[in-house]
């Protein structure tokens, strides 16, 4: 340790590098367009509308676990975009993750390595992130991500229709301060062990107005004050013990939210078929369980058991399985977690329908 240096004694030779204000960033090329305006809209509207009880269709939330290559990803988007109309009784949103919260160390996602651990390129990687959001929303498929960096939404929140408090974020209070801001519903996922309070607590905390330190549309650091995010709700994604899809875990879970807040304003639930609630009996996650919990929830909806699930959430690529980082990627294949095909997320997605329908 240098006894002489008072500051940024551990901010590498160059470290700093100044990147340009949201709005900068979000004009020409990068600007919104009317017809990716006017999915986000309807996308948020028709999400919130299910939150509400006001519209008896299921939310989906499907896609890559994480966004690595943008072709690949366009592609998916033009599949359920256009598989999206054998849907009528699903709000369909895709999946687009761009940061990656780590346990120890790894890749952390598009928006900061986009050349997939080749250095820190965030800058490049908010470009790439955008660009690709905007794609997507003109083919008039809203999209969904996970919130980790507090400074990213102003960036990119205006392409987003549905947000989500991860779990290992879900007990912070920059994460619920920044829910409070958001402009789309935003699902708090239950803690890493499975304990559902944390999220509870976290939607209570967001609908709530806050001041924090943030920055400004121009960049500038700044004062923010909300007024509270009203679409909060929970997402049950299992635990390190057990998983929490089964019907009494929702009702479990239902009868904490009522309890939290008695006018009955968060009632709503959705399940992750994925993370831990995929696990095997060896305790390791497996994608191919992701159907099981897809077809569990189905079975309850068309039966009426479950009337508190406003969606579920599925992790799925173009190719099952995943793959390590490397220099020679198979297309289409996640780099992080473990999805489903794209043949086997059609046959899920038409049983899901014809469950709600």
């Known amino acids: 340790m240098n006894g002489s240096i008072l500051e940024d ?31 986000v809209l309807r996308g948020r509207q028709e999400i919130v509308e299910v939150l509400a009880g006001q519209s008896s269709r299921l939310i989906a ?45 790894g890749w952390k996602g ?44 102003q960036y990119l929140a205006d ?3 549905w947000g ?40 209570i905390a967001a609908r709530t107005g806050s001041s924090f330190l943030g920055i400004s549309s ?7 004050r909300t007024t509270g995010n009203p679409w909060g709700h929970l ?15 929702i009702a479990a879970a239902a009868a904490m939210l009522d309890r939290a807040d008695p006018s009955g304003c968060i009632t709503k639930i959705l399940v992750d078929c994925s993370h831990a609630n995929s696990r095997s009996a060896r305790a390791v996650k497996d994608h191919t369980r992701q159907a099981r919990v897809l077809r569990y929830i189905a079975s309850c909806l068309a039966k009426g058991d479950i009337s508190r699930v406003a969606g579920l959430m599925l992790e799925s690529n173009l190719f099952s399985g995943n793959q390590k980082p490397g220099r020679e990627l198979k297309y289409g294949v996640s780099i992080t977690d473990p999805c489903i095909g794209w043949e086997e ?9 014809d469950a709600v329908a």
């Open 9 to 39: 004694s551990n901010i590498a030779p160059q470290g700093v590098r100044l990147l340009p204000a949201p709005t900068s960033l979000k004009s020409g090329v990068l600007s919104m367009t009317e017809r990716a305006k006017a999915t």
């Open 110 to 153: 598009l928006l900061v390595e986009p050349d997939l651990g080749n250095g820190f390129e965030l800058e490049r990687g908010l470009r790439v992130a955008r660009k690709l959001l905007i794609g997507i929303n003109e083919l008039g498929l809203p999209a969904a991500t996970e919130f980790l960096d507090p400074i990213v939404p």
């Open 61 to 105: 939330i499907v896609g890559p676990c994480s966004i690595h290559d943008p072709a690949a990803a366009l592609e998916y988007a033009g599949r359920l975009a256009e598989f999206s109309s054998r849907l009528p009784a699903l709000v369909l949103v895709m999946r687009t993750y761009f940061e990656k919260p780590r346990t120890t160390t």
């Open 164 to 203: 989500a408090i991860g779990a290992r974020t879900t007990e912070s209070q920059t994460h619920r301060q920044m829910a409070s801001g958001l402009s789309m519903p935003v699902g708090f996922k239950n803690g890493t062990d499975g304990n559902v309070q944390q999220a509870v607590d976290g939607i």
């Open 218 to 224: 121009s960049g500038r650091t700044a004062s923010i």
């Open 159 to 161: 392409l987003i229709a």
């Open 235 to 249: 997402i049950l994604r299992g635990g390190s013990r057990r998983p929490n899809y089964y019907a009494r875990d």
């Open 345 to 353: 997320t059609e046959q899920l997605l038409l049983h899901l329908q």
